[in-house]
């Protein structure tokens, strides 16, 4: 079964960080474009970064120094290190896999930035 998890969202403070996890059951991480995406209720989904099979990076501008995408291609899993958190953050988190036509999608995790 083809299959993105996430987790590691939660509840944390103004300035905290997190680091979101998504595990690929069933396809080959390492072959995949792997981006992360936020949305909030009653805003337009938001790419947040993204990481290619060769390693490169982008990032929104808004999250540019704050937010680290990375990959453990033995441990089939792309990370979101989220640093200096912002309410602003607040929002589902999900993963999504391209490789060609082929997409993969995540279902989410919640991340609540609030004191």
């Known amino acids: 079964q083809v299959q993105l998890v996430e987790a590691g969202g939660g509840l944390v403070q103004p300035g905290g960080s997190l680091r979101l996890s998504c595990v690929a059951l069933g396809i080959i991480l390492s072959t995949y474009v792997m981006v992360w995406y936020r949305q909030a209720p009653g805003k337009q989904r938001e790419l947040v970064a993204t990481?290619?099979?060769?390693?490169?990076?982008n990032y929104a501008d808004s999250v540019k120094g704050r937010f680290t995408i990375s990959r453990d291609n033995a441990k089939n899993t792309v990370y979101l290190q989220m640093n200096s958190l912002k309410p602003e953050d607040t929002a589902g988190y999900y993963c999504k896999g391209i490789q060609g036509r082929s997409t993969i999608w995540g279902q989410g995790t919640q991340v609540t930035v609030s004191s």
């Open positions: 990481i290619t099979s060769g390693g490169f990076t």
